[in-house]
């Protein structure tokens, strides 16, 4: 298949999630909402049923949710609330809570109390010990509770075998999306941020098995290209999330390429496998350990600066000129994480610009003239 | 009219006084201090003889000697966002060694006086005295110098050759404002217990990389139901374990198993009284104002572990007692309606609170901070599952359960929500509980937009106006009751 054809699917998986749901369930599936940061997908996976991630939505109003939620909370939580509560995420099976800021910690309350008698909510709470063997311990008893909520829905027993299939599935899936990562930053050319953007999203949205050999296809057409002579600039990508094509316009409009990224909604989850052998719950327990340079996450070394040198290197080794850091409003970890990323970049030389956005966000001109600007700098 | 301070509130104020003192003392001795969250097992530090300060305290403090607006803004100056928690941009600037300071004449080292400073000036009858542009005189007595931002590195950095060098420099030091908040020393260690927020993770790493410290941790992931299970427990209790070792490597010393009980049998005993305080906002009237609460949590945060706290709390419950016994209270306006005050109080504006409140005879009987700091348990895990069950780490249903057994115990008629911008874990299921206690309870909620700590996120029309609006609520209620 054709790079453009297989774009093109990519883009209308992006863009219409709900018709992604009604097809799963027309064809008898049970779907699982999972909503940020850090859950354990795999288990989705291994009880027979299709995960789908809810990350906001570029589309939606908040209305009904102001019902549980004032003002200042990230819109990313509120309008996947907005969505369970207008009906979008009605054929729905189940929902996992994880609660790793502050905002998801009395959401996951709100989700469960809107959802009560209609979809099953299973609350997951991530230690932030994740490292010591004790931390290991209890992600894993976290994850047990969270297998047996998934087993209830979907009538299935998750077997190790099945669970080791699914690690395998999706460590496939993020061997092949950290490929793509890397060549649509060497083949900026061919695709566009608007087209990354849609390769990544649309992973959420599918089935890994489905999604990877897409990706693994596209990702060979890009490997058989010639190197690219990019003209234009090169900038690496920060935040929790920047999948809106309107705003990610402006970049190609202004021949900015994104080289590489560090956003929770793409290259941060992306980053870990889980290991193919032994306890396969184990292993995710793991792997949630092994996570590393994320806002969100607690650093046993916080008194060096190792997240910040991590996105510098990052930005150093993908060819990136500068760094445009998406601030989701309210995101207090990634608010909390600024100062010291700036003082980072500040002294390795290499510019930034921080860009507020929302999801309920629909005029773009702002940012336009800040990236317009920015291209200058670099 | 002047409040008589009873014993037993000035026994308080000493207790925190000291434990500044304290920590001061210990410093210039070159001792380890260290900053803790407020609800860290404070035990655990007492094993070691630690002196550990309060940084949420401090910025409370801080806040309600109206310098939250210039360290926030310092804060926001070195990048931190002004959607941030007020309490920790206030802690963040000050660990970065900003303060505020007073203004003076580098020249004449003399303070420069703000003319809109100071209370107006009375008479020997009481009555105020007018200046000559018919605006009232200022009492010089109480005027203050200008607020200004200092750096303590920029100060300590400045040569001291020349005599002249020397005493500017000095001056600069003893510039930076001398209440105790505003004179904390820096931080050795820093203790974190997330279990009232995670932005306190955050927080506490921040002050690490800044100072240069070591950082111990103890995190309380959030909790989905009313009991505490055994895997939540044994998660907690190792890292108490953990949390131990890395003393003993801070400290060079062993583990004090007899001071640790020590501290235990106090922080017990403190957390008892402090209950046994807030009951008394039960009688009808109450003795006091649920407003003095907040001002004596100080002290369950700074000193829960000293016999002192212990003490004190003993000693106002004794005249707590004693006010009942003769019909007196402290709240200074005859009490028509009670109600919960849900929240952190906005600090820098107590007045502004307590304002339309004394205008319609509401007073503050029930504060949710009563049952958040009543730590009591018998043994070690006992004390993981008493940490564990801080306001924002239970579920709805506990919350729910605490505020509505006070607003019953303490016969509230209403309740007054603060949506507290500072505190998203708080605020973030309030609208559900407000619904859950008119329904259950049968009672009026009111919200208004606050925050603990940044005077600019309140807006006293908006505040005023849904006070009102709350007592027309009960008013109605009470007459439908008797109707």
């Known amino acids: ?378 | 009219m002047a409040k008589e301070v009873s014993p037993g509130v000035l026994a308080l104020r000493k207790v925190v006084e000291d434990v500044y003192a304290d920590a001061r003392e210990a410093k210039k001795q070159g001792k380890l201090v260290g900053w803790s969250s407020s609800k860290f097992p404070c035990e655990l530090a007492a094993a070691f003889d630690l002196d550990v300060m309060y940084p949420e305290n401090q910025a409370a403090g801080i806040a309600a000697n109206r310098d939250g607006e210039i360290m926030c803004q310092a804060a926001e100056d070195l990048g931190f966002d002004n959607d941030i928690c007020g309490y920790a941009r206030i802690s963040l600037a000050y660990a970065a060694g900003k303060r505020a300071s007073r203004k003076f004449d580098p020249e004449t080292l003399e303070y420069v006086i703000n003319p809109a400073s100071g209370r107006p000036l009375k008479d020997e009858n009481g009555k105020v005295v007018m200046g000559e542009d018919g605006k009232p005189k200022k009492d010089p007595k109480t005027m203050q110098p200008y607020t200004v931002l200092d750096d303590i590195h920029e100060i300590e950095a400045l040569p001291e050759t020349t005599e002249k060098e020397i005493a500017y420099k000095n001056f600069r030091r003893e510039a930076i404002k001398p209440y105790r908040q505003m004179r904390m020393p820096q931080p050795d260690f820093v203790l974190c217990c997330n279990n009232i927020c995670n932005c306190m993770t955050k927080w506490y790493e921040n002050i690490a990389r800044m100072c240069n410290v070591p950082l111990i941790m103890i995190d309380i992931p959030y909790n989905n139901t009313v009991e505490v299970h055994d895997t939540n427990v044994a998660y907690v209790r190792a890292q108490f374990d953990h949390a131990i070792k890395q003393l003993e490597e801070l400290t060079g010393k062993k583990f004090d198993e007899k001071k640790f009980e020590e501290a235990c049998a106090n922080a017990n005993r403190t957390a008892s009284a402090w209950l046994r305080v807030c009951d008394y906002l039960q009688y009808k009237p109450a003795p006091y104002s649920g407003f003095d609460l907040f001002n004596h949590m100080a002290d369950v945060v700074t000193a829960r572990g000293r016999v002192q706290a212990a003490e004190a709390f003993e000693q106002l419950e004794k005249d707590l007692a004693e006010a009942v016994k003769v019909g007196k209270s402290t709240t200074p306006f005859p009490e028509k309606y009670r109600v919960m005050f849900e929240g952190i109080p906005c600090w820098p504006k107590l007045p502004n609170l307590f304002k339309p409140l004394k205008e319609h005879g509401v007073n503050v009987t029930a504060v949710v901070y009563a049952p958040a700091f009543g730590f009591v348990y018998n043994n070690m895990d006992e004390m993981v599952r008493a940490y564990y069950k801080a306001p924002n780490s239970v579920c709805i249903e506990q919350g729910v359960s605490w505020r509505e057994g006070i607003c019953k115990d303490n016969k509230v008629d209403g309740v007054l929500v603060h949506y507290n911008r500072s505190c998203k874990p708080w605020s973030g299921y309030m609208a559900e509980m407000q619904r859950r206690f008119t329904e259950d309870l049968g009672i009026p909620c009111a919200g208004f937009d606050g925050d603990q700590a940044d005077p600019r996120n309140f807006n006293e029309a908006q505040y005023e106006t849904r006070v009102q609006g709350l007592v027309e609520a009960m008013e109605a209620n009470a007459e439908n009751k008797e109707g």
């Open chain 1, 1 to 378: 298949m054709s790079i453009e054809v297989l774009l093109k699917e990519f883009a209308e998986i992006s863009e219409h999630p709900r018709r992604q749901i009604q097809a799963f369930k027309a064809e008898g599936k049970k779907v699982v909402g999972v909503l940020p940061y850090y859950a354990p997908e795999e288990l989705v996976y291994a009880a027979g049923m299709v995960p789908m991630g809810i990350w906001g939505s570029n589309k939606k109003t908040i209305s009904m949710a102001k019902e549980y939620c004032a003002t200042f909370y990230c819109t990313i939580a509120q309008l996947a609330l907005e969505m369970l509560l207008d009906g979008t995420l009605d054929d729905l099976d189940g929902l996992i809570t994880p609660t790793i800021c502050d905002t998801l910690r009395p959401m996951s309350q709100n989700f469960r109390v809107a959802m009560k008698d209609k979809l099953p909510c299973i609350f997951l709470a991530h230690p932030q010990q994740r490292k010591p063997a004790f931390g290991i311990q209890f992600t894993m008893d976290q994850y047990q509770h969270v297998k047996g909520e998934l087993e209830k829905i979907s009538g299935n027993t998750i077997t190790d075998e099945a669970l080791r299939e699914a690690i395998k599935v999706y460590n496939r899936s993020r061997a092949a999306r950290r490929e793509f990562v890397k060549l649509a930053g060497e083949h900026p050319d061919v695709i566009s941020a608007v087209s990354r953007s849609a390769v990544l999203r649309s992973a959420w949205f599918m089935i890994k098995d489905d999604h990877t050999a897409k990706v693994e296809a596209l990702n060979a057409e890009l490997r058989a290209l010639p190197p690219c002579d990019w003209k234009g600039k090169k900038i690496l990508t920060s935040g929790i999330i920047c999948d809106n094509p309107k705003l990610l316009q402006i970049f190609d409009d202004n021949q900015i390429a994104i080289a590489a990224d560090d956003v929770a909604h793409e290259s941060r989850m992306i980053r870990v496998d889980a290991a193919e052998t032994g306890d396969p719950m184990m292993a995710l327990a793991q792997q949630f350990a092994d996570q590393d340079y994320d806002i969100l996450l607690y650093d046993e070394n916080s008194n060096q600066n190792r997240r910040a040198d991590f996105v510098v290197k990052q930005i150093k080794d993908s060819g990136a000129q500068g760094l445009v850091l998406f601030m989701q409003q309210f995101c207090d970890p990634e608010e909390m994480e600024y100062p010291y990323l700036k003082k980072a970049l500040d002294a390795a030389g290499i510019p930034h610009i921080k860009l507020g956005v929302d999801q309920q966000m629909r005029d773009f001109g702002q940012a336009s003239t800040a990236i317009q600007a920015f291209a200058d700098v670099l």
